[in-house]
């Protein structure tokens, strides 16, 4: 499951998120639940919440419904170089 994920998120996400200087990865899948954490122009950035809900979590539900939601752990208090 995590090798088709890196897939759809190296071709529809990553290039996405570069454009502002960030970048994602995947955590862990768990019972169905997704987590990535955002770092560079993410990390602090006050659109990733709706970047992740909005965009990413919708894209990877039509992909794979089988995943139910994706959780970010990243810890955004920490974020220097947010894109604003």
């Given at each position: 499951?995590?090798?088709?994920?890196?897939?759809?998120?190296?071709?529809?996400?990553?290039?996405?998120?570069a454009q502002?200087?960030?970048?994602?990865?995947?955590?862990?899948?768990?019972?169905?639940?997704?987590?990535?954490?955002?770092?560079?122009?993410?990390?602090?950035?006050?659109?990733?919440?709706?970047?992740?809900?909005g965009g990413?979590?919708?894209?990877?539900?039509?992909?794979?419904?089988?995943?139910k939601e994706?959780?970010?752990?990243?810890?955004?208090?920490?974020?220097?170089?947010?894109?604003?």
């Amino acid at each position: 499951m995590i090798t088709q994920l890196e897939k759809l998120f190296n071709d529809q996400i990553r290039p996405a998120l570069a454009q502002h200087g960030g970048n994602v990865e995947i955590v862990d899948v768990d019972n169905d639940i997704l987590y990535v954490r955002f770092f560079g122009g993410c990390q602090g950035c006050s659109s990733s919440k709706a970047t992740l809900k909005g965009g990413i979590e919708q894209l990877i539900k039509q992909n794979y419904p089988e995943i139910k939601e994706v959780i970010d752990v990243t810890d955004h208090e920490k974020g220097t170089n947010a894109y604003m």
